[in-house]
Structures are given as C-alpha cells and as structure tokens.
C-alpha cells in the first residue's frame, strides 16, 4: 500500500512509501526545489514528479511502482527512447533540460549499428560534393565532438589520396566542396604524405590532409549514456518494443518485452520519441505511420595490424572500400552498400569480404600481410525512397507525427551520421518541447560528457528517488 505523506508544513516535498514484496522503499519528489534534483524540473513543478532509479530495481519493480504512485495521487511523465546511437545522446539532451527519460534498448548499450560502425569521426569530406547539407553537418559536429568528448577521439586527422586519372579529375570538385562546407583542406605531395605513411601506396598520385579522425564507437555511446544516466535517465536495456500503446488518435505508450524475465511491459508516457535508427520504420508501423527510412547495411573488415594512423580515404566519389581507418591496434576497411529485407538477420557475404580485401590493399599494400580479425555488417538508417543506397542523403530527419499524421504523442528521428548524433539529439529534444510547450535550451555542446567507464557503476542503496 502507497501513502502520501507530507514531510515538511509547507508541503513542498512529498513522500510517498511503497511496500514491494519483502522491500519498502521511500519514493521523495519535490515540488519547488527543482535544484535538490539537479536538473531543472520548473517547467513541470507542482504538477510532475521525476523518478530516477537504479536500473536493476526498475526493471523488478517498475510496473508496481508506477502503480503505486498512481493510487497515491502522483502525476508522473515517463520518455521512452529507442535503439539507435541517437537514443543515448537525446537521452543525454533530454535529461540535461530536465526531463524524466526512460530508454528502452532491445539489447545491450550500443548492440545495434552503433556499436558496428568503423568509427570514422567525419569531417564532411566524403560528402562534400554528393552531399554538401551532410558535408556542413559533419564538420560542425567533429569540432564539437572533439570538445565534449575527447576521450573517445583519436585526434589523428584523414588523407584523401589519388591513385589513378579518375581521381587526379575528382580533386578540383572536392576542393571546392570542401572549402564551401567550411571543412580545412591541404594538399599534400606524395613525398610528403608516404613521409608520415610510409605504408600507403607508393604509386599515389596525390594527397589532401582534412580533419578526420577515428573514435570508439562504444566509448562514445556509454559516455552519452553514463551522462544522461547521471542526470536521472533509466536505461532499461534487453527491452524489446513489441507494440504501441494507441489511445484517442495518438501514441499513449510503449509494449515491451522483458527479454530477461520474458513478460510483457506497459509503459505508459506523455511522448514517446522513436530512435530506433534502422528500425524506425518497422516501429513507426506500430501506428500505421509510413517513415521513408532505408536499411542499407555494409561490411567492415578488420586486420591485426595498425598499418596507418591516419584515416585513409579514396579520393572519389563515395564507394565501396574506400576508406580505411586505424583502431586501437588495427585497420579497419568498409564498407559496402546494399538494400536488405530482414535488418534483424544481415549475414556476411564471402565476396563482399573479399573486395574490402582488394580495395584495402590498393590503399595500403602492406595489408596483404595482415591476418584479418574479424568481419562484420551493420545497417544504416538512410532517408528517402526510389534511389539506390549510395544516393540517398546522409543527413537526417526528424517527424512531428502530430502534425504530420494527425497521431499525437509521438516523434521519430532518424538517418544521420553516428558523427552527427549530437546534433539529432538537439533537434529532436526542441521537437519534444515544442510537443509539451516547454521552453528548455539545449546544453550538450558545451558540457564534457563523463567518462564511459562510470555508466555500468552502479548507484548505491535500494531507494528509488
């Protein structure tokens, strides 16, 4: 049974205790003091409470604790933020303008494409002619990304090199491109480049230095998510969304399924953010809502040796296996591109394994000697419809479904870079409060995310507060 009891004369803290099977706990919310929280709750205050639980008693207790505080009386907002690399930085942007987030993630942190990206910190050089919306986004969010988070980063920079006519041709354009998207380019002559690479190609025709770099695609998701999770974001992991909650002409919820325990989860919340990347069309069906997203996965291949540490890049147009990229103690090359039916099964494909071969030794011979480490595939969320995957923008989309659908309560954002996360985040939390009539600034540009070593450190006690 549930009590509400006041634990001051002026009511400005409440308290509300729950007995859960052998366990109680004291649930404390606060109504004038958004500080004693530490994020800023003015915009709900007196009307909303903000529950921040250790992970492991939510998901034992959740769905009683939301009962509970129910029968006591207690408005609560509940978010849900789905599976992509975009999830963890929203949940991070989010909490920081002081929402409550609840993340539900079908697997563990980063299991989905963006724990299998090869980790290339884009400076917008790839996409500077094709793409020259994508090209600005990029260079903008790598110098941001090197400010906040810093320790996920090789700061190693990127060559982009010609080995034939063709791209000796391409080089004027991509100049060009790169000086209009604002992205710093050299060049280079090839002595000057096989001085600091002596392993590239010696038979290169040319070279540009740009500000690539490489990160750790794990390290960056954790420390997105050990921030957020700090702030008050739940991350329920191995939580897999089954179905919507539809009520009165929107989205009401989440059905998820407990993969540990295999039971069904309702979660009912006031907007529910679909960032499942390239699953946001499969969840946007969920309410017969049509989302132009395309899973176009690619493989990487990775050898045992750290041939390079630059990042490597063919001086043409986007194509396959033209960018090799140093990672920890290994090259990585990828990737392909291709259009697949089942995104929940992308076996590796033999061949395509074989020209990532052919395509890393033309960069770097020396890879002919190196075992390969592993092959993998992934899928990117890219938008659009009728064009083949090489085609499609690499920018992203955010959809106000209200406006858009007639359905409210619900918003997706996908496509993207995983080096343009932040900036997904930003525009999709100004959606949520532009949803909620909430006037909340974005922060995430400016505050250094936490280490990733904090977020699997787990808080201390059985109190839920």
Not at 213 to 230: E, Q, V
Request: with cysteine.
């Amino acid at each position: 049974m549930a009590t509400h009891e006041p634990t001051r004369a002026d009511n400005s803290r409440s308290r509300v205790r729950v007995e859960l099977g052998e366990r109680s706990y004291d649930i404390r919310f606060y109504h004038d003091e958004p500080d004693a929280l530490a994020c800023d709750l003015a915009p709900y205050c007196p009307e909303r409470a903000l529950i921040v639980s250790n992970p492991t008693i939510w998901n034992l207790h959740g769905e009683a604790l939301a009962s509970a505080l129910t029968r006591a009386g207690v408005d609560f907002i509940v978010e849900l933020i789905g599976d992509g690399e975009e999830f963890k930085t929203l949940a991070h942007d989010l909490a920081l303008r002081g929402f409550p987030v609840i993340v539900l993630e079908r697997g563990d942190i980063a299991s989905g494409t963006s724990g299998r990206t090869h980790g290339l910190l884009h400076s917008g050089s790839r996409y500077c002619v094709t793409d020259g919306e994508a090209a600005v986004e990029c260079i903008q969010e790598n110098i941001i990304l090197r400010r906040i988070a810093a320790q996920c980063i090789e700061f190693n920079e990127g060559f982009f090199v010609a080995l034939d006519e063709e791209d000796l041709n391409y080089a004027p354009q991509f100049v060009e491109g790169c000086r209009a998207a604002g992205i710093p380019v050299h060049p280079l002559t090839p002595q000057q480049a096989l001085s600091v690479e002596p392993n590239l190609n010696p038979n290169l025709l040319a070279a540009y230095r740009v500000p690539d770099g490489a990160f750790d695609p794990l390290r960056l998701a954790l420390s997105f998510a050990a921030t957020a999770k700090r702030n008050g974001a739940v991350f329920l992991t191995y939580h897999e969304v089954k179905g919507l909650i539809l009520r009165a002409g929107g989205v009401a919820g989440v059905i998820a399924l407990n993969r540990h325990r295999g039971q069904e989860v309702r979660l009912e919340a006031d907007l529910v953010v679909n960032a499942t990347g390239a699953w946001a069309g499969i969840i946007a069906a969920m309410a017969n809502i049509h989302v132009p997203v395309v899973p176009t996965p690619g493989v990487m291949v990775a050898y045992n040796r750290r041939l390079i540490n630059r990042v490597v890049n063919r001086l043409n147009t986007p194509g396959d296996g033209d960018i090799l990229i140093p990672q920890r103690r290994m090259v990585v090359i990828g990737t392909t591109s291709f259009e697949t039916p089942d995104i929940d099964y992308i076996p590796v494909d033999e061949n395509q394994v074989e020209e990532m071969w052919r395509k890393a030794v033309e960069l770097v011979p020396a890879v002919a000697n190196a075992e390969q480490r592993g092959a993998y595939m992934s899928a990117r969320p890219l938008i659009g419809s009728g064009e083949a995957g090489r085609s499609l923008s690499r920018t992203f989309k955010s959809y106000a479904h209200r406006q858009n659908d007639g359905v409210s309560g619900f918003i997706t954002i996908t496509g993207g870079k995983a080096t343009t996360c932040r900036l997904m985040a930003e525009k999709a939390a100004d959606m949520v409060c532009e949803q909620l009539g909430i006037s909340a600034v974005c922060r995430t540009a400016e505050l250094p995310l936490d280490s990733y070593r904090t977020y699997y450190q787990s808080m201390d006690g059985d109190a839920i507060e």
